[in-house]
């Protein structure tokens, strides 16, 4: 009887026990589809990007099959017409002397306020160029510098004019290498704007320093020495050149009209003053023409100097009064 009542005991708290203990699934149901595929599609992401790069192949064979089809309706032509390179050229023909005035009618010229910094960049191909500069008829002060990459100036020139107009600043700058810029500082006040223009030359060509010194009787200016060379009213301007051995050039070039009445003053530095010559055009207007060639260097850095006409008149100007006087 103890042991039946026992049983029934145990039957009567089955189903209670059964609550507190974890059961097993009576049927197993697999997960939904769309868990699994959406589990799969986000793992190929994260925060670094796509790891597997299945969807960059995509996009990839999506780019080809689009660049794919605008090749084949692109015209042969045009296809030609946009790989072809141009033709390098030159403006400047050092061969044919030309007026600075008349180079300016032809460029495009930019204005520089005073107290203003203009710069212009250009690529490798570009052997040389050169730079004008003039004014209204007022007074320039400017500084003209080649950069050649980042906080390096392999050649410096200060330039002051009288008369901006009258006698136009012109100089041919070498730029070997890549990464070349030019710089130009109007230095004088914001009353004294001056206008400039770039000229580059491509043509692979010597460049005008060389044939200067190769068609020319140059001279030696050792370091503290003074060369000075007067011109005849007939010569309206003349060409300077000068080159060192590769060793650093520090000079002065002045143009004189009168005792110790500066018309134009050029400082020059060159890092290089083999690879890097000054070569410089000074219109030269009216009779009592001198130019100073002063080299401010020690004597331990000699330079080489060159002078020659560049643009010679038949007969000298005689409208200005008799006997050629002119007033400066």
Known sequence: MKFCS????????????????????????????????????DSNYSYLGNLNGDDVKTKTTVASSTS????????????????????????????????TKEIFDNITPVTVQGGSLRTCSFDESVDRVTVYLKT??????ANVELWQG?????????????????????????????????????????????????????????????????????????GGAVYTTPFPPSVQSVQVTLKSDGRPLNARVELLQGPNNNKQVMEIYTEDGSERPFYVVIDTPGSGNVVRIVNTATVEFPLTAAIEPYLVEDAADESNGPGGMLWS
């Open 6 to 41: 026992s049983i029934l005991a145990i039957c009567a708290l089955a189903p209670a026990a059964n609550a507190f203990m974890v059961q097993p699934p009576k049927t197993v149901t697999q997960p939904h589809t769309y868990q699994s595929q959406t589990l799969k599609a």
């Open 68 to 99: 794919a089809n605008s090749v084949s309706s692109t015209p042969a032509g045009a296809m030609k017409k946009s790989t072809a390179s141009p033709a390098a050229s030159s403006i400047t023909k050092y061969d044919k002397p030309i007026s």
């Open 136 to 141: 209204e008829g007022r007074p320039l002060n």
């Open 150 to 222: 980042p906080d390096n100036s392999p050649q410096k020139m200060s330039v002051y004019l009288e008369d901006g107009s009258l006698r136009p600043f012109r100089a041919t700058i070498e730029t070997p290498g890549s990464s070349n810029a030019v710089a130009i500082r109007n230095t004088g006040q914001m009353e004294f704007p001056l206008t400039a223009g770039l000229e580059a030359d491509m043509s692979g060509e010597e460049s005008p320093a060389e044939l200067l010194l190769a068609d020319s009787q140059f001279r030696t200016v050792q």
